[in-house]
């Protein structure tokens, strides 16, 4: 069964500082890899999507995220955090072997951003 | 373009009660998928419509049913509500495939008493 692990329940940096959030996945088959932000009060905005080609994927607002397949992982990154950056961050893989785009969310990393 | 819409924002009942929740999809898409967002968790898959018919669902009980209408928006029903039932409750939509990106509404607040 496909899974989601987000291993940082909440993670604080300062503001210019760099960021990686980690998550790891468990899927049999290829996975579709995502990343969501969610800001208080709103739905999730799509980051960043991962379905195959190149491992190392650029979404909006400066963030990348690189997908390793011997580590089961897809963790995304940015070299510069700003403080509207502060948000949940959710991983999800996408239910491919089912033929449907329904998607599995790790339990979010909520991003605090210091002055 | 108005992206993916869904009223009521917010929703107070009483145990027993029933709810029905509403979601518009984006234009162009046909596909609209629900789910459920306890306090502190990530969403969970309840199910998915395209062609007006429960495709796809996860582990919720019967007591939450969908609908979907020609003009491809949708309803979330849930029935004999109790207390575990509050969360945020998401739409999300998509073309058909695997492969299509599904886009978020606001969701609605469902709180329980």
């Known amino acids: 069964a496909q899974s989601v692990t987000q291993p940082d329940i909440h993670i604080t940096v300062s503001e210019g500082a760099s960021l990686e959030l980690r998550c790891n996945y468990s899927?049999?088959?290829?996975?579709?890899l995502f990343w969501y932000v969610q800001s208080p009060g709103q739905g999730l905005q799509l980051l960043l999507k991962?379905?195959?080609?190149?491992?190392l994927v650029q979404g909006i607002k400066g963030f990348e995220a690189e997908f390793k397949r011997s580590q089961s992982s897809f963790n995304l990154r940015k070299p510069s955090v700003h403080w509207s950056d502060a948000a949940e961050y959710f991983c999800?893989?996408?239910?491919?072997?089912?033929?449907?785009?329904?998607?599995?969310f790790g339990t979010g990393t909520r991003l605090t951003v210091i002055p | 373009d108005a992206g993916v819409t869904q009223s009521p924002t917010h929703l107070i009942k009483t145990r027993g009660q029933q709810v029905t929740l509403r979601c518009s999809p984006k234009?162009?898409?046909?596909?609209v998928s629900w789910y459920q967002q306890a306090l502190g968790q990530g969403p969970q898959f309840i199910f998915q419509?395209?062609?007006?018919?429960?495709?796809q669902r996860g582990n919720f009980p019967d007591r939450f049913s969908g609908h979907q209408f020609p003009n491809y928006s949708s309803e979330l029903n849930v029935n004999a509500l109790w207390l575990g039932d509050s969360a945020l409750y998401l739409c999300?939509?998509?073309?058909?495939?695997?492969?299509?990106?599904?886009?978020f509404g606001p969701g609605t607040r469902l709180l329980v008493l």
């Open positions: 419509y395209y062609e007006e018919e429960e495709r």
């Open positions: 991962y379905f195959s080609g190149d491992t």
């Open positions: 899927y049999g088959a290829t996975p579709y």
């Open positions: 234009s162009g898409h046909d596909t």
């Open positions: 999300a939509s998509s073309t058909r495939g695997f492969q299509e990106t599904q886009y």
């Open positions: 999800a893989v996408g239910a491919t072997q089912t033929g449907a785009n329904n998607l599995f």
